[in-house]
T-cell receptor, first 112, second 115 residues
Framework: AQTVTQSQPEMSVQEAETVTLSCTYD???????LFWYKQPPSRQMILVIR??????QNATENRFSVNFQKAAKSFSLKISDSQLGDTAMYFC?????????FGAGTQVVVTP | DAGVIQSPRHEVTEMGQEVTLRCKPI?????LFWYRQTMMRGLELLIY????????DSGMPEDRFSAKMPNASFSTLKIQPSEPRDSAVYFC?????????????FGPGTRLLVL
Protein backbone atom coordinates (compact mmCIF):
# COMPACT_ATOMS: atom_id res chain seq x y z
CA ALA A 1 0.00 0.00 0.00
CA GLN A 2 1.12 3.51 -0.74
CA THR A 3 1.52 6.13 1.96
CA VAL A 4 1.94 9.87 1.61
CA THR A 5 3.51 11.91 4.40
CA GLN A 6 3.38 15.65 4.86
CA SER A 7 5.40 16.47 7.94
CA GLN A 8 4.55 20.17 8.21
CA PRO A 9 1.08 20.77 9.68
CA GLU A 10 1.30 24.54 9.17
CA MET A 11 3.56 27.08 7.54
CA SER A 12 3.46 30.85 7.56
CA VAL A 13 4.96 33.08 4.88
CA GLN A 14 4.92 36.77 4.14
CA GLU A 15 3.56 38.15 0.92
CA ALA A 16 6.06 38.05 -1.95
CA GLU A 17 8.23 35.51 -0.13
CA THR A 18 8.85 31.88 -1.03
CA VAL A 19 7.67 28.83 0.87
CA THR A 20 8.46 25.17 0.30
CA LEU A 21 6.18 22.35 1.37
CA SER A 22 7.56 18.87 1.82
CA CYS A 23 6.01 15.57 0.81
CA THR A 24 7.38 12.06 0.89
CA TYR A 25 5.73 8.89 -0.25
CA ASP A 26 6.29 5.19 -0.14
CA UNK A 27 5.53 2.86 -3.02
CA UNK A 28 6.89 -0.16 -4.80
CA UNK A 29 5.43 1.00 -8.11
CA UNK A 30 7.63 2.41 -10.84
CA UNK A 31 5.02 4.30 -12.82
CA UNK A 32 2.80 6.68 -10.96
CA UNK A 33 1.73 10.29 -10.76
CA LEU A 34 2.02 12.92 -8.08
CA PHE A 35 -0.18 15.92 -7.50
CA TRP A 36 -0.50 18.96 -5.30
CA TYR A 37 -4.03 20.09 -4.59
CA LYS A 38 -5.04 23.30 -2.86
CA GLN A 39 -8.09 23.61 -0.61
CA PRO A 40 -8.96 27.21 0.28
CA PRO A 41 -11.53 28.04 2.99
CA SER A 42 -14.28 27.41 0.44
CA ARG A 43 -13.24 23.73 0.66
CA GLN A 44 -13.07 23.39 -3.12
CA MET A 45 -10.24 21.04 -4.14
CA ILE A 46 -8.16 22.72 -6.83
CA LEU A 47 -5.33 21.11 -8.75
CA VAL A 48 -2.12 23.11 -8.42
CA ILE A 49 0.41 21.01 -10.26
CA ARG A 50 1.13 17.42 -11.29
CA UNK A 51 4.21 15.35 -12.04
CA UNK A 52 4.59 12.10 -13.95
CA UNK A 53 7.11 9.79 -12.33
CA UNK A 54 8.77 8.82 -15.60
CA UNK A 55 9.60 12.45 -16.37
CA UNK A 56 12.82 13.71 -14.88
CA GLN A 57 12.06 17.35 -15.54
CA ASN A 58 10.37 19.07 -12.64
CA ALA A 59 6.92 20.46 -13.37
CA THR A 60 6.24 24.18 -13.12
CA GLU A 61 3.01 26.13 -13.25
CA ASN A 62 3.45 29.88 -13.01
CA ARG A 63 4.54 30.60 -9.42
CA PHE A 64 4.33 26.94 -8.43
CA SER A 65 7.10 24.45 -9.01
CA VAL A 66 8.06 21.05 -7.69
CA ASN A 67 11.28 19.34 -6.78
CA PHE A 68 10.77 15.69 -7.63
CA GLN A 69 13.41 13.30 -6.32
CA LYS A 70 12.30 9.84 -7.40
CA ALA A 71 15.04 7.89 -5.66
CA ALA A 72 14.35 9.67 -2.40
CA LYS A 73 10.58 9.46 -2.98
CA SER A 74 10.28 13.14 -2.32
CA PHE A 75 7.95 15.63 -3.99
CA SER A 76 8.16 19.15 -2.57
CA LEU A 77 6.15 22.17 -3.70
CA LYS A 78 7.62 25.64 -3.92
CA ILE A 79 5.36 28.67 -3.96
CA SER A 80 7.19 31.76 -5.18
CA ASP A 81 6.06 35.36 -4.76
CA SER A 82 3.37 34.25 -2.29
CA GLN A 83 0.03 36.02 -2.50
CA LEU A 84 -2.74 36.36 0.06
CA GLY A 85 -4.92 34.18 -2.14
CA ASP A 86 -2.47 31.33 -1.69
CA THR A 87 -3.69 30.89 1.89
CA ALA A 88 -5.10 27.37 1.90
CA MET A 89 -4.55 23.78 2.90
CA TYR A 90 -2.23 22.03 0.48
CA PHE A 91 -2.45 18.30 -0.10
CA CYS A 92 0.12 16.10 -1.72
CA UNK A 93 -1.38 13.11 -3.51
CA UNK A 94 -0.11 9.92 -5.13
CA UNK A 95 -1.98 8.21 -7.95
CA UNK A 96 -1.57 4.78 -9.40
CA UNK A 97 -4.30 3.60 -11.71
CA UNK A 98 -6.64 6.36 -10.73
CA UNK A 99 -6.79 5.93 -6.98
CA UNK A 100 -5.60 9.07 -5.24
CA UNK A 101 -3.88 8.67 -1.88
CA PHE A 102 -3.68 11.97 -0.02
CA GLY A 103 -1.31 13.22 2.64
CA ALA A 104 -2.63 14.88 5.79
CA GLY A 105 -2.13 18.35 4.38
CA THR A 106 -0.14 21.47 5.20
CA GLN A 107 -1.94 24.68 6.12
CA VAL A 108 -0.24 27.65 4.45
CA VAL A 109 -0.96 31.10 5.82
CA VAL A 110 0.22 34.09 3.80
CA THR A 111 0.52 37.27 5.87
CA PRO A 112 0.66 40.86 4.60
CA ASP B 1 -17.65 23.93 -19.46
CA ALA B 2 -19.45 23.12 -16.24
CA GLY B 3 -17.39 21.39 -13.63
CA VAL B 4 -18.45 18.56 -11.38
CA ILE B 5 -21.79 19.40 -9.80
CA GLN B 6 -22.81 18.18 -6.38
CA SER B 7 -26.03 18.58 -4.46
CA PRO B 8 -26.95 19.47 -1.89
CA ARG B 9 -24.07 21.70 -0.76
CA HIS B 10 -25.11 21.39 2.87
CA GLU B 11 -27.21 18.78 4.59
CA VAL B 12 -28.27 18.63 8.22
CA THR B 13 -30.16 15.57 9.33
CA GLU B 14 -30.96 13.58 12.40
CA MET B 15 -29.44 10.27 13.32
CA GLY B 16 -31.28 7.39 11.71
CA GLN B 17 -32.45 9.30 8.68
CA GLU B 18 -31.57 8.42 5.12
CA VAL B 19 -29.22 10.78 3.31
CA THR B 20 -28.69 10.92 -0.44
CA LEU B 21 -25.85 12.85 -2.01
CA ARG B 22 -25.83 13.54 -5.72
CA CYS B 23 -23.14 14.09 -8.29
CA LYS B 24 -23.02 15.02 -11.96
CA PRO B 25 -19.57 14.41 -13.46
CA ILE B 26 -17.99 16.42 -16.24
CA UNK B 27 -19.36 15.36 -19.60
CA UNK B 28 -17.08 12.88 -21.34
CA UNK B 29 -15.39 11.70 -18.16
CA UNK B 30 -15.48 7.93 -17.78
CA UNK B 31 -14.36 7.73 -14.17
CA LEU B 32 -16.21 8.96 -11.11
CA PHE B 33 -14.89 8.96 -7.56
CA TRP B 34 -16.48 9.53 -4.15
CA TYR B 35 -14.26 10.83 -1.33
CA ARG B 36 -14.91 11.67 2.28
CA GLN B 37 -13.00 14.27 4.26
CA THR B 38 -12.88 14.35 8.05
CA MET B 39 -10.51 15.91 10.54
CA MET B 40 -9.60 12.53 11.95
CA ARG B 41 -9.06 10.56 8.74
CA GLY B 42 -8.33 13.25 6.18
CA LEU B 43 -9.35 12.59 2.58
CA GLU B 44 -10.21 9.00 1.81
CA LEU B 45 -11.53 7.31 -1.30
CA LEU B 46 -14.82 5.54 -0.74
CA ILE B 47 -15.62 4.09 -4.17
CA TYR B 48 -15.01 4.69 -7.83
CA UNK B 49 -16.79 3.85 -11.07
CA UNK B 50 -15.64 3.27 -14.61
CA UNK B 51 -18.27 3.60 -17.34
CA UNK B 52 -20.97 3.45 -14.65
CA UNK B 53 -19.65 0.20 -13.18
CA UNK B 54 -18.29 0.13 -9.61
CA UNK B 55 -14.63 -0.88 -9.75
CA UNK B 56 -13.39 -0.59 -6.20
CA ASP B 57 -15.61 -0.10 -3.17
CA SER B 58 -13.07 -1.19 -0.59
CA GLY B 59 -13.19 2.25 1.02
CA MET B 60 -16.89 2.15 1.76
CA PRO B 61 -17.06 2.16 5.55
CA GLU B 62 -19.90 -0.29 6.06
CA ASP B 63 -23.17 -1.60 4.73
CA ARG B 64 -24.96 1.58 5.64
CA PHE B 65 -23.21 3.21 2.68
CA SER B 66 -24.17 2.49 -0.91
CA ALA B 67 -23.37 4.16 -4.22
CA LYS B 68 -24.91 3.90 -7.65
CA MET B 69 -24.28 5.27 -11.08
CA PRO B 70 -27.36 4.61 -13.23
CA ASN B 71 -25.96 6.55 -16.19
CA ALA B 72 -22.90 8.46 -17.33
CA SER B 73 -24.15 11.77 -15.99
CA PHE B 74 -25.40 10.92 -12.53
CA SER B 75 -24.27 9.18 -9.37
CA THR B 76 -25.62 8.93 -5.84
CA LEU B 77 -24.10 8.12 -2.49
CA LYS B 78 -26.64 6.99 0.06
CA ILE B 79 -26.28 6.57 3.80
CA GLN B 80 -29.03 4.62 5.56
CA PRO B 81 -29.35 4.91 8.48
CA SER B 82 -27.10 7.91 9.11
CA GLU B 83 -25.04 8.27 12.28
CA PRO B 84 -23.25 11.28 13.84
CA ARG B 85 -19.87 9.81 12.89
CA ASP B 86 -20.85 10.14 9.23
CA SER B 87 -20.58 13.91 9.56
CA ALA B 88 -17.99 14.97 6.99
CA VAL B 89 -17.51 16.69 3.67
CA TYR B 90 -18.20 14.34 0.79
CA PHE B 91 -16.54 15.06 -2.54
CA CYS B 92 -17.28 13.71 -5.95
CA UNK B 93 -14.56 13.83 -8.61
CA UNK B 94 -14.33 12.74 -12.23
CA UNK B 95 -11.60 12.10 -14.77
CA UNK B 96 -11.31 11.05 -18.38
CA UNK B 97 -9.42 7.88 -17.56
CA UNK B 98 -8.27 5.91 -14.59
CA UNK B 99 -4.66 5.56 -15.49
CA UNK B 100 -3.58 8.21 -13.05
CA UNK B 101 -2.38 10.37 -15.90
CA UNK B 102 -5.62 12.21 -16.10
CA UNK B 103 -6.36 14.80 -13.49
CA UNK B 104 -9.31 14.27 -11.22
CA UNK B 105 -11.59 17.29 -11.07
CA PHE B 106 -13.43 17.75 -7.82
CA GLY B 107 -16.89 19.06 -7.15
CA PRO B 108 -17.52 21.65 -4.44
CA GLY B 109 -18.42 18.99 -1.89
CA THR B 110 -21.43 18.31 0.31
CA ARG B 111 -21.04 19.19 3.96
CA LEU B 112 -23.06 16.67 5.95
CA LEU B 113 -23.95 17.09 9.60
CA VAL B 114 -25.75 14.27 11.36
CA LEU B 115 -27.19 15.27 14.72
Amino acid sequence: AQTVTQSQPEMSVQEAETVTLSCTYDTSENNYYLFWYKQPPSRQMILVIRQEAYKQQNATENRFSVNFQKAAKSFSLKISDSQLGDTAMYFCAFANWGKLQFGAGTQVVVTP
Amino acid sequence: DAGVIQSPRHEVTEMGQEVTLRCKPISGHDYLFWYRQTMMRGLELLIYFNNNVPIDDSGMPEDRFSAKMPNASFSTLKIQPSEPRDSAVYFCASSRSGSGLETQYFGPGTRLLVL
